[in-house]
């Protein structure tokens, strides 16, 4: 029997192997443990557009109702964001979304929500992680027949687009948006995206063009994240054509953004982050402090210190941002994934919300994304080169390989990374160097899928890939 490990953002595991019916069930009813101490408890649960989604949606619905926990099960594929707004709007004491996010195709996940719709913090999927395990057989889980639970109304279907929009328009003056005349062109990846940004801005001047906008579980082969320019070569050769102003992707379950200039030229994950920073602090004046996790840019660290604001580094996985986020309350708290949450909404990835806000810089501020970018990078005394590479690793016995490394690096950290000294190392979450100019190197693996990610910001492009070409280095010495 495999064994589940919650990672950064919930359990994920690939779709028959070990992702199964059986599992969910024990995840399930891990959390219906954990939910039915609770009083009243009562849960939200959606599903994206991956294979099978809803199904296991409903299995997870029917062990919950068997708990006596209330379920309001969602009528269609939706954003994981939109799962949160409508447990909060519900009354939920819990959210549950079964998406794999960004990851490929063969994969799916479980992914909880606390009752103010926020990512669940270590402290609750701890007590998942302790108890899952110790479920191994049927009899270990209580379940219900699912038809006859929505009869019996224990389990009630929902449409959850109306509340959803009630939040949205209450964030930016969206008739303003709608009215200006801006052409956007809109990729949802062939996730549960669609519907939404088009649905949302069509209407008036302004023009939402979609692409890639049925459903296709394979994703045509692509993996569903926009934040790696391969992966949306299709919506940059369009842009690049000159008739939008800004072109937004989403990834498979819209929690997450990717975004491409006027001039059809990719914008970096680390630059749309700064441009937010930019809209809050320079265009808003808003004073309260950003978070990022490590693997995001040092920019609005420096932009912070221009400014007179703060900004507060956290580890990769946005419980992390969510937690800090609450307690400095921060105005928005962002991965470098492409993934954001906001003080006016939720504590939650929200790509809606983080397109909502680009379009008001363009509107409020009436410059090109190119420009606004410069603009940025300027008041931040200059701007840093980005890149990340992602390397497979096996499957099997991943977290053990993860665990011999990190140990190993802590013991014995290098004191010089590609003719670059290095300036102070820690593993607080994989292994991150810094250099004399704020440059830096990453090394981690992956908690959402089998893969070893390298990131690194410095000065020049030269400079980057020096980095990140020796980082499998570094990594082979560390697990022999």
Known sequence: MNK?????????GIIAYDFTFFNVKRVSQAVANYLKKQKNPAVMIGYDMRFMAEEFAQACASVMSANNIKVYLSDQPLATPSVAVNALSKKCTGAIMFTASHNPAK????????????TAPSKVTDQFQNNVNKIKLEKDIRSIDFGKAVQDKKIIYINPNPAYKKALSKLVDVNKIKSTGLKILFNPMYGSGQQYLDGFLNGKKTKVDIMNSTRDP???GIHPEPIVKENILDQIKIMKKGKYDIGIAFDGDADRIGLIDEKGNFISSLDAFLLSAYYFWHVLGDKRPIVRTRSN????????KKLGRKSYEVQVGFKYCAEKMQEVKAVFAGEESGGSG?????PVRDAMTYALYILDLLVKTKKPISNLLKDAKKLAGGGYEFARIDIKMPYDGYFDMKEKASKNLAKNPPKKIAGFNVVK?????GVKFWFADDSWLLIRFSGTEPKLRT???AKNKKAVDKLL?????????AIK
Not at 4 to 12: A, C, M, N, Q, V
Not at 297 to 304: E, G, I, N, P, S
């Open 455 to 457: 990131y690194a910001e």
């Open 4 to 12: 589940i490990k919650f990672g950064t953002d919930g359990w994920r």
């Open 297 to 304: 840019t040092v920019t609005v660290d420096h932009l912070a």
């Open 469 to 477: 070409s020796f980082a499998p280095t570094i990594i082979k010495n």
């Open 425 to 429: 190392s820690d593993v607080e979450d």
């Open 218 to 220: 394979l994703f045509n």
């Open 107 to 118: 994969f799916l996940g479980f992914k909880y929500m606390t009752g103010v719709g926020a």
């Open 342 to 346: 906001f003080a006016s909404h939720l």
